[in-house]
Every structure is written in C-alpha cells, then in structure tokens.
C-alpha cells in the first residue's frame, strides 16, 4: 500500500483545514497521527474501512471530522477551530489487518510521508 497526503498549510487559529490521504489499495484501518517538534508522535483519528467506524483523541473530538470515500480509498480529516498546538506534522498511517488496537502507532505498518500544519496565534 502507498500513501499519499495532502491538504496541509499555514492557517491562523479558529480556521480550517482539511487533509486528505489516497491509499492505493485497501486496508482494515487508516488513521491520522502527528509529531510536533521534540514530542512524541501522538493518535489523532481512525476509521476502520469496513464499518466507518471512527475514532478520536481528546484532543480533537469536537473539531476534527474524519471520512472517507470509499471508491477512491481516500480518508479526510476535517479540521476545524485550529489552535497553535495542532502545529505538527501529520502522517496518514494503515493497518493492513486490524490489529485490535487503533490507537497505538506500533500497530500500523504503512506510513505516508507527512504534511505540516502549522496554527499561527
């Protein structure tokens, strides 16, 4: 499977943004996950492809919306009311085969290549 992001930039905060990864085949689960600089890199969002289930952290829930089209293998995340502190890089990440566990990076084996998100204050 190869990963494909899109859809980072430079937003003030109280905006928006809206990612996007394109698999080019499918997958049990695809996931967002993000690193800001001299951190750890922390679970965002998952859907797992077959039911459309999704998944958040606490940090996100209530701001971020993740979908998916399911024609185009493609996962979206919806970020709205943007803070300084969702500055990070961004990384769409797969489970081939769902593990059991959504929220721990270890258990995804793809990984695309990033997109920076940067909130200024």
Same mark, same amino acid.
């Given at each position: @499977?190869? %990963?494909?992001?899109?859809?980072?930039? %430079? @937003?003030?905060?109280g905006g928006s943004l809206r990612l996007s990864c394109a698999a080019s085949s499918s997958m049990s689960v695809i996931g967002w996950f993000r690193q800001a600089p001299g951190k750890e890199r922390e679970f965002v969002s998952a859907i797992t492809w077959n039911s459309g289930a999704t998944y958040y952290s606490?940090? @996100?829930k209530g701001r971020f919306t993740a979908s998916r089209d399911s024609a185009e293998n493609t996962l $979206? %995340?919806?970020m709205n009311s943007l803070k300084p502190e969702d500055t990070a890089r961004y990384f769409c990440a797969v489970? %081939?085969? $769902?593990?059991?566990?959504i929220r721990y990076a270890p258990d995804y084996s793809v990984w695309g290549q990033g997109t920076q998100v940067t909130v200024s204050s």
């Open positions: @499977v190869h %990963l494909a992001e899109s859809g980072g930039g %430079l @937003v003030q905060a606490d940090s @996100v $979206y %995340l919806q489970q %081939l085969t $769902y593990s059991g566990r």
